[in-house]
């Protein structure tokens, strides 16, 4: 009875076996399960898992590598991982499947991509791949993978190298320059990320937008401007961080268009690339020279309001104790540097000298420049506001400097 019983479970435990086999191919199995996990273990970077799916005689090959144990395999899967930022396969469930040899062994064949980012330079760099894994135990007993990773492995060839002088994004700021000295502002701007941050000086943090309005701007008063960068000088740097870096020292020359001035500026830049675009720039460069020749373009596009007072104090003033005069005086100080700081500049005050020849009837005078109508006009309320014309007998004379030709063409033309 006993043995009868054994025939009925072996035939049984056969029939199941048979059963199961007849299923050579099928897209749901728990060997599919398993390579969707070792997947997501190798995006995860759990080294200890993914090692855990192989057996530990398991013969690993990839592309035309020796045969590789999966300790030498995990060596190389982590130098790749430790030069990303980040990395992973996917594999669409219906790129899965599980078949049965008429040797009958029991194979998962997998297509995915490869996806990672380099670090440093940021770059993008994805691959098809295609992996066929060979169970025995629900472990992975031979693996056999294919893919054309060359990209990565230039990428992360470059990326090794934390300083050199000859890199693709030297070049490419080579040819930012190119398109400013050309004024190619769309072909400028596409040089920037959309989210770039740009400084220049003690600017606050700028759009590529917004720099390159006051380029154009400013650009629109000169001409054969030009920024020459010393070549030999260009470098391109990877920071501890990963960073990448490209440092430019050069100089800006211009004249402007109005005056001739000839400018000479030197400048230094850094960039910062990722995915082969600036996401920040920092620039630094002295702005007296700009400064100097835009108000020597204003004033002969727009020049300033010379302002002249002269006066003499009244018996009110001269009424007053000393410390009600200093403290008048000590009261005028605030509205004065509010003046100042409104582009008002004070040219003279000074004593109406005794011997001077057809001198005016008055003991002091001053002489303001102002930089337009508005200002001037709100200069002679705020005087008269202040109580100054009870103190002081004056008159007042005010006009454009228009120059000596001008003035003189107009007396001519009387």
Known sequence: MRNLIFSILALFIFSSSQAQDKVRYTQKSPEIEIVKAYYKAYSDGNWEAFTAFYSKDAVITHNDSKELSPAELLEGVKYHAERCVEFGISVPDDELERVITDKGEMWVNAWG???????????????????????????????????????????????????????????????????????????????????????????????????????????????????????????????DKGEMWVNIWGNWTGTYKITGDKINVPTHHAFRFKEGKIIREWAYYDTAEFNDAKKAVEAKTNPPIHFIEMWTATDAWKNLSQKERGEYMVGLADPIQGLMEQGVEIISWGVNEGDTDQRADYDFYAVWSFPNAAIKQAFEKAVEGSGWYKYFEQKNLAGKNIGVEAVMGTLIGM
Do not use: M
């Open 113 to 239: 991509t490869w996806a990672g980012v380099v670090k440093g330079s940021g770059e993008k760099i994805s691959f098809p791949t295609h992996s066929t894994f060979q169970f025995k135990n629900g472990k992975i007993v031979e693996e056999h993978v294919y893919y054309d990773d060359s990209k990565l492995r230039a990428a992360i060839a470059q990326d090794k190298v934390r300083y050199t002088q000859q890199a693709p994004e030297i070049e490419t700021t080579k040819a930012y320059f190119t398109a400013y000295n050309e004024g190619e502002w769309e072909k400028l701007s596409a040089f920037y990320a959309k989210d770039a941050s740009i400084t220049h000086n003690t600017s606050p943090k700028l759009t590529a937008a917004q720099l390159l309005g006051g380029f154009k701007s400013n650009l629109e008063l000169c001409t054969d401007y030009k920024w020459e960068l010393i070549e030999e000088e260009l470098e391109r740097v990877i920071t």
